[in-house]
């Protein structure tokens, strides 16, 4: 049975860091790209990063390539998502998916598996 389940999430001051994690189970995460999206309350879900499957290489959208780095750790079957310099408006629902194939990591409807989300609030 195929999971993700993401951690990590919680309530940070603006400026302040968190790391989530997505956990793996029922496949080996190292042979897919796994992305990271969010969504805000009446906002649309919108990609964040993804790190492929072969030689891990990253994408990042422009409001996240200075502030967010994605990782993974094969051992753990588990990818990261670093988050710096965290922002009010990145306050949302976190989420990791399984990405199926094509080439826009970016749109949600090429993934196939979703975790259920972590919140993050970012609020001094």
């Known amino acids: 049975q195929v999971q993700l389940v993401e951690s990590g999430g919680g309530l940070v001051q603006p400026g302040g860091s968190l790391r989530l994690s997505c956990a793996a189970s029922?496949?080996?995460?190292?042979?897919?790209?796994i992305g990271w999206f969010r969504q805000a309350p009446g906002k649309e879900r919108e990609a964040i990063s993804c790190?492929?499957?072969?030689?891990?290489?990253?994408f990042y959208t422009d409001d996240a390539k200075d502030r967010f780095t994605i990782s993974r750790d094969n051992e753990k079957n588990t990818v990261y998502l670093q988050m710096n310099s965290l922002r009010p408006e990145d306050t949302a629902v976190y989420y990791c998916?399984?990405?199926?194939?094509?080439?826009?990591?970016?749109?949600?409807?090429?993934?196939?598996?979703w975790g259920q989300g972590t919140q993050v609030t970012v609020s001094s």
């Open positions: 998916a399984r990405f199926t194939y094509g080439t826009a990591w970016y749109d949600w409807r090429e993934y196939d598996y």
């Open positions: 790190i492929t499957a072969d030689v891990g290489t990253t």
């Open positions: 029922g496949f080996t995460a190292k042979y897919y790209a």
